[in-house]
Protein backbone atom coordinates (compact mmCIF):
# COMPACT_ATOMS: atom_id res chain seq x y z
CA UNK A 1 0.00 0.00 0.00
CA UNK A 2 1.30 3.39 -0.98
CA UNK A 3 2.43 5.81 1.94
CA UNK A 4 0.49 9.09 2.28
CA UNK A 5 3.74 10.46 4.02
CA UNK A 6 6.75 10.02 1.65
CA UNK A 7 9.31 11.48 4.07
CA UNK A 8 11.58 8.31 5.72
CA UNK A 9 11.11 7.57 9.33
CA UNK A 10 14.22 7.59 10.90
CA UNK A 11 17.61 9.15 9.50
CA UNK A 12 21.18 7.75 10.02
CA UNK A 13 23.98 10.44 9.26
CA UNK A 14 27.41 10.14 9.11
CA UNK A 15 29.44 12.89 11.18
CA UNK A 16 32.28 12.46 8.56
CA UNK A 17 30.65 13.01 4.78
CA UNK A 18 32.52 14.26 2.46
CA UNK A 19 31.64 18.19 1.40
CA UNK A 20 28.97 18.95 4.20
CA UNK A 21 29.38 16.90 7.25
CA UNK A 22 26.34 14.84 8.99
CA UNK A 23 26.22 17.64 11.79
CA UNK A 24 25.76 20.21 9.48
CA UNK A 25 23.34 18.34 7.53
CA UNK A 26 21.23 17.03 10.72
CA UNK A 27 21.05 21.29 11.66
CA UNK A 28 19.47 22.12 8.03
CA UNK A 29 17.29 19.10 8.47
CA UNK A 30 16.34 20.46 11.51
CA UNK A 31 15.23 23.64 10.57
CA UNK A 32 12.96 22.58 7.85
CA UNK A 33 9.21 22.07 9.07
CA UNK A 34 8.48 19.65 6.75
CA UNK A 35 11.35 17.32 8.22
CA UNK A 36 11.87 18.40 11.79
CA UNK A 37 9.88 15.94 13.03
CA UNK A 38 12.13 13.06 11.93
CA UNK A 39 14.32 11.58 14.33
CA UNK A 40 17.92 11.29 13.34
CA UNK A 41 20.76 9.55 14.52
CA UNK A 42 24.08 10.44 14.41
CA UNK A 43 26.92 7.95 13.80
CA UNK A 44 30.92 9.61 14.98
CA UNK A 45 33.96 8.18 16.02
CA UNK A 46 34.41 11.27 18.15
CA UNK A 47 33.46 10.78 21.62
CA UNK A 48 34.25 14.22 23.30
CA UNK A 49 31.61 16.72 25.04
CA UNK A 50 31.87 19.00 23.03
CA UNK A 51 31.27 17.13 19.78
CA UNK A 52 28.53 15.80 21.66
CA UNK A 53 27.18 19.38 22.73
CA UNK A 54 27.39 20.52 19.29
CA UNK A 55 25.13 17.44 17.80
CA UNK A 56 22.71 17.87 20.37
CA UNK A 57 22.62 21.72 19.10
CA UNK A 58 21.90 20.69 15.64
CA UNK A 59 19.30 18.66 16.55
CA UNK A 60 20.46 15.02 16.96
CA UNK A 61 18.15 12.88 19.02
CA UNK A 62 20.90 10.01 19.70
CA UNK A 63 24.10 8.59 18.92
CA UNK A 64 25.78 5.88 17.69
CA UNK A 65 30.04 5.72 17.84
CA UNK A 66 31.95 3.79 15.14
CA UNK A 67 32.79 0.85 14.98
CA UNK A 68 29.33 0.20 14.87
CA UNK A 69 27.73 -2.63 16.52
CA UNK A 70 24.81 -4.16 14.64
CA UNK A 71 23.24 -5.07 18.16
CA UNK A 72 23.12 -1.65 19.20
CA UNK A 73 22.06 -0.24 15.85
CA UNK A 74 19.46 -2.35 15.49
CA UNK A 75 18.26 -1.68 19.40
CA UNK A 76 18.78 2.34 18.69
CA UNK A 77 16.60 2.12 15.56
CA UNK A 78 13.95 0.21 16.93
CA UNK A 79 14.00 2.61 20.17
CA UNK A 80 13.72 5.97 17.20
CA UNK A 81 11.04 3.88 15.39
CA UNK A 82 8.97 3.60 18.61
CA UNK A 83 9.03 7.04 19.33
CA UNK A 84 8.28 8.48 15.91
CA UNK A 85 5.29 5.78 15.72
CA UNK A 86 3.75 7.62 19.17
CA UNK A 87 4.60 11.08 17.26
CA UNK A 88 2.69 10.19 14.00
CA UNK A 89 -0.23 9.07 16.15
CA UNK A 90 -0.17 11.90 18.06
CA UNK A 91 -0.26 14.22 14.98
CA UNK A 92 -3.43 12.63 13.60
CA UNK A 93 -5.18 12.97 16.33
CA UNK A 94 -3.92 16.27 16.70
CA UNK A 95 -5.30 16.93 13.04
CA UNK A 96 -8.21 14.99 13.38
CA UNK A 97 -9.47 17.16 16.30
CA UNK A 98 -8.19 20.52 14.40
CA UNK A 99 -10.34 19.57 11.54
CA UNK A 100 -13.56 18.71 13.41
CA UNK A 101 -13.17 22.02 15.66
CA UNK A 102 -12.89 24.21 12.61
CA UNK A 103 -15.99 21.95 10.92
CA UNK A 104 -17.95 22.87 14.00
CA UNK A 105 -16.98 26.40 14.23
CA UNK A 106 -17.60 26.82 10.40
CA UNK A 107 -21.59 25.30 11.19
CA UNK A 108 -22.25 27.47 13.63
CA UNK A 109 -22.08 30.66 11.66
CA UNK A 110 -25.24 29.80 9.98
CA UNK A 111 -27.37 29.26 13.67
CA UNK A 112 -25.64 32.39 14.92
CA UNK A 113 -26.57 34.48 11.09
CA UNK A 114 -29.75 33.42 12.04
CA UNK A 115 -30.23 34.91 15.52
CA UNK A 116 -28.83 37.74 14.45
CA UNK A 117 -31.07 38.49 11.24
CA UNK A 118 -34.34 37.51 13.67
CA UNK A 119 -33.10 39.79 16.23
CA UNK A 120 -32.54 42.91 13.25
CA UNK A 121 -36.50 41.92 12.21
CA UNK A 122 -37.34 41.98 16.13
CA UNK A 123 -36.10 45.72 16.60
CA UNK A 124 -38.08 46.93 13.24
CA UNK A 125 -40.68 45.53 14.30
CA UNK A 126 -41.30 45.87 18.09
CA UNK A 127 -42.52 49.17 20.11
CA UNK A 128 -42.47 48.32 23.54
CA UNK A 129 -38.91 49.28 25.18
CA UNK A 130 -38.60 46.74 27.81
CA UNK A 131 -39.20 44.07 24.88
CA UNK A 132 -36.41 45.85 22.42
CA UNK A 133 -34.18 45.90 25.16
CA UNK A 134 -34.21 42.11 25.72
CA UNK A 135 -33.74 41.82 21.84
CA UNK A 136 -30.89 44.57 21.71
CA UNK A 137 -28.98 42.07 24.85
CA UNK A 138 -29.83 38.87 22.27
CA UNK A 139 -28.44 40.97 19.19
CA UNK A 140 -25.21 41.96 21.28
CA UNK A 141 -24.55 38.51 22.47
CA UNK A 142 -24.65 36.73 18.99
CA UNK A 143 -22.72 39.62 17.35
CA UNK A 144 -19.84 38.54 20.31
CA UNK A 145 -20.84 34.89 19.46
CA UNK A 146 -20.18 35.80 15.37
CA UNK A 147 -16.55 37.86 16.67
CA UNK A 148 -15.64 34.95 18.10
CA UNK A 149 -15.95 32.50 15.56
CA UNK A 150 -14.53 34.94 13.23
CA UNK A 151 -11.27 35.20 15.48
CA UNK A 152 -11.37 31.40 15.23
CA UNK A 153 -11.62 30.47 11.51
CA UNK A 154 -9.11 33.35 10.84
CA UNK A 155 -6.27 31.85 13.67
CA UNK A 156 -7.09 28.36 11.76
CA UNK A 157 -6.03 29.85 8.32
CA UNK A 158 -2.95 31.30 9.38
CA UNK A 159 -2.28 28.47 11.69
CA UNK A 160 -2.03 26.73 8.22
CA UNK A 161 -0.68 29.00 6.65
CA UNK A 162 -3.42 29.51 4.19
CA UNK A 163 -4.60 33.30 4.79
CA UNK A 164 -3.74 36.11 1.84
CA UNK A 165 -2.54 38.75 3.78
CA UNK A 166 -3.76 41.52 1.05
CA UNK A 167 -1.41 44.70 1.65
CA UNK A 168 -2.61 48.59 1.15
CA UNK A 169 -1.15 51.31 2.56
CA UNK A 170 -3.39 53.02 5.59
CA UNK A 171 -3.49 56.18 7.22
CA UNK A 172 -2.82 55.20 10.91
CA UNK A 173 -4.72 58.50 12.12
CA UNK A 174 -8.02 56.82 10.29
CA UNK A 175 -7.25 53.21 11.77
CA UNK A 176 -6.91 54.57 14.88
CA UNK A 177 -9.55 56.84 15.30
CA UNK A 178 -11.98 53.91 14.00
CA UNK A 179 -11.07 51.79 16.83
CA UNK A 180 -11.40 54.65 19.47
CA UNK A 181 -14.86 55.06 17.94
CA UNK A 182 -15.57 51.46 17.73
CA UNK A 183 -14.61 51.18 21.89
CA UNK A 184 -16.23 54.84 22.95
CA UNK A 185 -19.99 53.46 23.88
CA UNK A 186 -17.70 50.91 26.36
CA UNK A 187 -15.35 53.02 27.45
CA UNK A 188 -17.58 55.54 28.64
CA UNK A 189 -19.96 53.34 30.17
CA UNK A 190 -16.87 52.47 32.31
CA UNK A 191 -15.97 56.05 32.71
CA UNK A 192 -12.71 55.57 30.67
CA UNK A 193 -10.82 57.83 28.77
CA UNK A 194 -9.67 56.53 25.52
CA UNK A 195 -7.64 58.48 23.17
CA UNK A 196 -4.92 58.33 20.46
CA UNK A 197 -1.55 59.92 20.43
CA UNK A 198 -0.43 60.15 16.98
CA UNK A 199 2.36 62.18 15.60
CA UNK A 200 2.35 63.98 12.50
CA UNK A 201 5.43 61.74 11.27
CA UNK A 202 3.78 58.55 11.56
CA UNK A 203 4.23 56.73 7.65
CA UNK A 204 1.26 55.25 6.18
CA UNK A 205 0.85 51.94 7.15
CA UNK A 206 1.37 49.09 4.79
CA UNK A 207 -0.41 45.99 6.46
CA UNK A 208 -4.06 44.37 5.89
CA UNK A 209 -6.34 46.54 6.64
CA UNK A 210 -9.18 44.55 8.16
CA UNK A 211 -6.47 42.09 9.69
CA UNK A 212 -4.57 45.51 11.09
CA UNK A 213 -7.88 46.99 12.66
CA UNK A 214 -8.94 43.42 14.12
CA UNK A 215 -5.66 43.79 16.32
CA UNK A 216 -5.78 47.19 17.63
CA UNK A 217 -9.54 46.01 18.43
CA UNK A 218 -8.42 43.14 20.47
CA UNK A 219 -6.06 44.85 22.39
CA UNK A 220 -8.04 47.96 22.96
CA UNK A 221 -10.94 45.49 23.77
CA UNK A 222 -8.87 43.80 26.01
CA UNK A 223 -7.23 46.81 27.86
CA UNK A 224 -11.22 48.06 28.74
CA UNK A 225 -12.08 44.50 30.23
CA UNK A 226 -9.19 44.38 32.69
CA UNK A 227 -8.53 48.18 33.50
CA UNK A 228 -9.77 49.95 36.21
CA UNK A 229 -12.69 52.54 36.06
CA UNK A 230 -12.17 55.90 36.23
CA UNK A 231 -8.92 55.73 34.03
CA UNK A 232 -7.30 55.93 31.03
CA UNK A 233 -6.56 54.04 27.69
CA UNK A 234 -4.09 55.10 25.24
CA UNK A 235 -3.44 54.07 21.51
CA UNK A 236 0.10 55.54 20.40
CA UNK A 237 1.42 54.99 17.06
CA UNK A 238 4.75 56.21 15.81
CA UNK A 239 7.60 55.66 12.90
CA UNK A 240 9.68 52.71 14.05
CA UNK A 241 13.43 51.90 12.58
CA UNK A 242 14.36 48.81 12.15
CA UNK A 243 17.30 48.09 10.19
CA UNK A 244 16.55 44.53 9.58
CA UNK A 245 13.83 45.57 7.57
CA UNK A 246 15.01 48.02 5.24
CA UNK A 247 12.51 50.96 6.18
CA UNK A 248 11.16 50.20 9.76
CA UNK A 249 7.79 50.59 9.77
CA UNK A 250 4.73 51.91 12.23
CA UNK A 251 5.08 50.96 16.19
CA UNK A 252 1.59 50.84 17.87
CA UNK A 253 1.33 51.07 21.84
CA UNK A 254 -1.99 50.37 23.46
CA UNK A 255 -1.24 51.47 27.04
CA UNK A 256 -3.94 50.77 29.90
CA UNK A 257 -4.03 51.38 33.75
CA UNK A 258 -4.97 48.07 34.93
CA UNK A 259 -3.53 45.65 37.26
CA UNK A 260 -1.04 44.78 34.96
CA UNK A 261 0.01 40.80 33.99
CA UNK A 262 3.18 39.44 36.23
CA UNK A 263 6.31 38.83 34.12
CA UNK A 264 6.16 35.12 34.27
CA UNK A 265 3.27 35.28 32.32
CA UNK A 266 4.23 37.99 29.67
CA UNK A 267 4.37 34.97 26.89
CA UNK A 268 1.81 32.62 28.34
CA UNK A 269 -0.57 35.67 27.65
CA UNK A 270 -0.02 34.71 23.81
CA UNK A 271 -0.98 31.14 23.82
CA UNK A 272 -4.61 29.99 22.77
CA UNK A 273 -6.91 29.37 25.81
CA UNK A 274 -4.34 30.58 28.61
CA UNK A 275 -5.73 31.26 31.74
CA UNK A 276 -3.34 32.93 34.25
CA UNK A 277 -3.58 33.72 37.76
CA UNK A 278 -3.82 37.21 39.09
CA UNK A 279 -3.37 38.22 42.39
CA UNK A 280 -6.29 41.38 42.08
CA UNK A 281 -8.14 39.68 39.81
CA UNK A 282 -7.97 35.68 40.39
CA UNK A 283 -8.21 33.33 37.12
CA UNK A 284 -8.97 35.24 33.97
CA UNK A 285 -8.61 33.73 30.67
CA UNK A 286 -7.14 36.17 27.99
CA UNK A 287 -5.37 33.88 25.35
CA UNK A 288 -8.15 33.87 22.69
CA UNK A 289 -7.80 37.43 21.45
CA UNK A 290 -3.81 37.93 22.23
CA UNK A 291 -2.93 34.74 20.40
CA UNK A 292 -5.07 36.03 17.37
CA UNK A 293 -3.11 39.42 17.48
CA UNK A 294 0.30 37.37 17.76
CA UNK A 295 -0.85 35.04 14.69
CA UNK A 296 -1.61 38.11 12.36
CA UNK A 297 1.38 40.37 13.19
CA UNK A 298 3.93 37.42 13.02
CA UNK A 299 2.31 36.69 9.84
CA UNK A 300 3.21 40.67 8.03
CA UNK A 301 6.45 39.54 9.16
CA UNK A 302 6.11 41.71 12.76
CA UNK A 303 6.41 41.32 16.58
CA UNK A 304 3.73 42.05 19.65
CA UNK A 305 5.11 41.95 22.81
CA UNK A 306 4.17 43.32 26.38
CA UNK A 307 5.93 45.15 29.17
CA UNK A 308 4.85 47.37 32.33
CA UNK A 309 2.82 50.96 31.88
CA UNK A 310 4.83 52.43 34.53
CA UNK A 311 3.32 53.29 37.80
CA UNK A 312 1.10 50.42 36.85
CA UNK A 313 -0.97 48.71 33.99
CA UNK A 314 -0.08 46.91 30.83
CA UNK A 315 1.69 48.02 27.69
CA UNK A 316 1.44 46.02 24.51
CA UNK A 317 4.02 47.00 21.51
CA UNK A 318 2.88 45.62 17.78
CA UNK A 319 5.53 46.50 15.39
CA UNK A 320 4.23 45.81 11.49
Given at each position: ?????????????????????????????????????????????????E??????????????????????????????????????????I????????????????S?????????????????D?????????????????????????????????K????????P???????????????????????????????????????????????????????T??????V????????????????????????????????????????????????M?????????C?????????????????????R?????
Open positions: MERADPSPDLLLLDMMMPGMDGMELCRIIKENKLWQHIPIILVTALDSKDLRRGLLAGADDFLSKPVSGIELRARVRSMLRIKSQYDTLQNLTLREELANMVVHDMRPICAILGYSDFLRRNLSPRDLEDVEKIRKEAKRINLYLSDLLLMAKMESELIINRGEIVPDLVDKVIRNHAVLAEVRNITLRGDIPGDVPALFADGNLALKVLNNLVSNAIKYDDDSEIVRAARAVDSSRGGGGVLFAVEDQGPGIPEEYREAVFDKFKVIENENQGRQIGLGLAFKLAVEAHGGTITLEDNTPHGSFLVQF
